[in-house]
């Protein structure tokens, strides 16, 4: 886990994302990535044409951070402490989290894109910039780290961490069948930087007189780059000799990920006034050579979580980040794992299953009404989406819309602003406005919040 951890830390901390905001948006140039039968304009989209940062999940730092002054009993100096502080309830904090906590971090950069005009149709050729990390921890593994002792057994699954970061050149084409259908699809090339994933399964916890022995399925895959793996000293090599991975080191360049996705989509006017539509984009795979797999023992023991929490004394007290980073050492000796060699490893992509309607009014056909059903198919990283959408275009050149939406993270809210000229469109949008933040730029409750813009030459 050490490894994934380091490689997660080296780079881009994100996660792949589309601007659903901009679905039912005629303005919108960049709609066709989610579905490629939206593609129904030529443009020039170049540096800095669409950038989409953010992050989506279901905790945020109030969860784990308590503010002192609500502590009964406290005597510390300091305003506010961790989870571990044992004047924290820990009926009080395990209330707070979910079966399966979440966070997702992500960007979404196009690099340059063209549509034209050709063969009956419109066609596009892009290049895209795509990162994907996701982390999910189950409760378990909170209640043990909180509790321990008070029980003699636990148990948990489902934790993870994945990280993908890839390079995307994207062929693509939509046309009318008739007045009712239009369909359209793209071929990708994926040309991958770095890879990381992280799994802990059927993991169980049992106290013996000294330690807690631990019986687990833990895996880990990681290729960045060129890199090698650095081992722990060998005392701390497993049972049957493999040495303990420490972290990755001595980067070189390299592209170590290659591998091709679909994108299929179609819209169908049934009736005046009425938009259906559907498509699955990233049907497909990376393949990343050179990749480092280690696993755990199996079986082994763990001394348990240090006493970590603020303290009375100044003195004697580390600050909270320094807390937080002894937490994840104990994490990392928590789920050691050991050297297993080099191979190929494939990765599916997470795909993603989108269906909309969207109605205008007959009487003001300027302003319309949508619904759009996500669904992101990526194992224990799934999530889906139900959003509700109204926008408005009064005159050609400006389109607005807001949106609500009902997520696997909670509820959240959007909307987006659209100027376009003749042969200049600039736009702002958020599917999910910036929840409330810390001083350190932190979010409190959840972890939902995105800014997207960006500007495109129609042609």
Same mark, same amino acid.
């Given at each position: 886990m050490?490894?994934?951890?380091t490689m997660a830390?080296?780079?881009l901390?994100?996660s792949?994302?589309e ?7 005629e303005?919108s140039n ?15 989209g ?7 940062i953010?992050m989506?999940g279901?905790i945020?730092a109030k ?5 002192t002054?609500g502590?009964p ?7 506010y402490?961790?989870?571990?502080d044992p004047?924290?309830?820990a009926k ?6 979910h /079966?399966?906590?979440?966070f997702d971090?992500?960007l ?6 063209v ?10 050729l892009?290049l895209?910039?795509?990162s994907n ?5 189950p ?6 780290a ?15 961490m994945?990280t ?5 050149l994207?062929?693509g084409?939509?046309r009318?069948?008739?007045k ?11 040309i991958?930087a770095?890879?990381?994933?992280f799994?802990a399964?059927n ?5 013996t007189?000294?330690?807690?022995r631990?019986?687990s399925n833990?895996?880990?895959?990681a290729?960045l ?7 722990e /000293? ?5 049972a049957?000799?493999r040495?303990?991975?420490k972290?990755?080191d ?5 592209l170590?990920?290659f591998?091709?996705?679909?994108d299929?989509g179609?819209?169908?006017?049934p ?5 259906l539509?559907?498509? =699955?984009t990233d049907?497909g795979?990376i393949?990343w050579?050179?990749?480092?797999h280690?696993?755990s023992q199996? /079986?082994y023991?763990?001394?348990g979580?240090?006493n970590?929490y603020?303290g009375s004394?100044?003195?004697?007290t580390?600050d909270i980040d320094?807390?937080f980073?002894?937490i994840?050492?104990?994490?990392e ?8 060699g ?5 990765q ?6 989108n269906v909309g309607a969207?109605?205008k ?6 302003l319309?009404?949508?619904f759009?059903y996500t669904s992101?198919?990526?194992g224990k ?6 959003m509700?959408n109204v926008?408005?275009r009064?005159?050609?050149?400006f389109?607005?819309?807001?949106n609500g ?5 909670g ?10 000229a003749p042969?200049?469109?600039f736009y =702002?949008?958020a599917d ?9 730029g932190?979010?409190l409750?959840s972890?939902?919040g ?7 030459f129609p042609?």
């Open positions: 050490a490894a994934a951890l830390a080296a780079i901390p994100t792949a994302q601007l659903r905001t901009s679905y039912f948006m303005t960049y709609r066709h990535q989610m579905n490629p039968a939206l593609l129904d304009s030529p443009y020039v170049l540096l800095f044409s669409n950038i989409n953010g989506t279901n945020g969860q784990f951070i308590f503010d002054n502590l009993g406290y005597t510390g100096n300091y305003r402490t961790t989870f571990m004047n924290v309830d009080t904090f395990l209330n707070k989290l /079966d399966k906590n979440r971090l992500y979404n950069y196009n690099l340059f894109s549509g034209f005009k050709a063969w009956g149709g419109v066609n596009l892009e895209n910039l795509r990390t996701n982390l999910t921890l409760k378990g593994l909170f209640e043990f909180k509790t321990a002792g008070e029980k003699e057994h636990y148990e948990f699954g489902g934790l993870g994945r993908q970061n890839y390079m995307e994207a062929l084409h939509s009318d069948i008739n009712q259908w239009r369909v359209g699809g793209k071929l990708k090339f994926l991958g770095a890879y990381a994933d799994t399964d993991v169980t916890l049992d106290m007189e000294d330690a807690w631990i019986q833990a895996q880990m895959k290729s780059l060129k890199s090698d793996v650095i081992h /000293d060998p005392s701390k090599n497993s049957d000799g040495p303990r991975v972290e990755l001595n980067f070189g360049f390299s170590p990920g591998g091709m996705a679909l299929l179609v819209t169908y006017k009736i005046e006034n009425l938009t539509s559907a498509a =699955i049907l795979f393949s050579k050179n990749t480092h280690a696993s199996g /079986d023991t763990f001394d979580f240090n970590i603020i004394d100044k003195d004697q580390e320094d807390q980073d002894q994840g050492d104990d994490l000796e928590m789920f050691s794992v050991y050297d297993d080099t191979k190929t490893a494939t599916a992509l997470a795909a993603t299953l969207e109605y009014l007959p009487a003001y056909d300027k319309k009404f949508g759009l992101r198919i990526h990283y799934s999530w889906h989406q139900g509700l926008g408005v009064p005159v050609k050149w389109e607005c819309n807001v939406a009902v997520t696997s993270t509820v959240t809210a959007g909307g987006m602003l659209s100027l376009k042969h200049f469109n =702002i949008a999910r406005f910036v929840s409330k933040m810390g001083k350190q932190v979010p409750n972890s939902n995105n800014i997207t813009f960006g500007m495109t042609l």
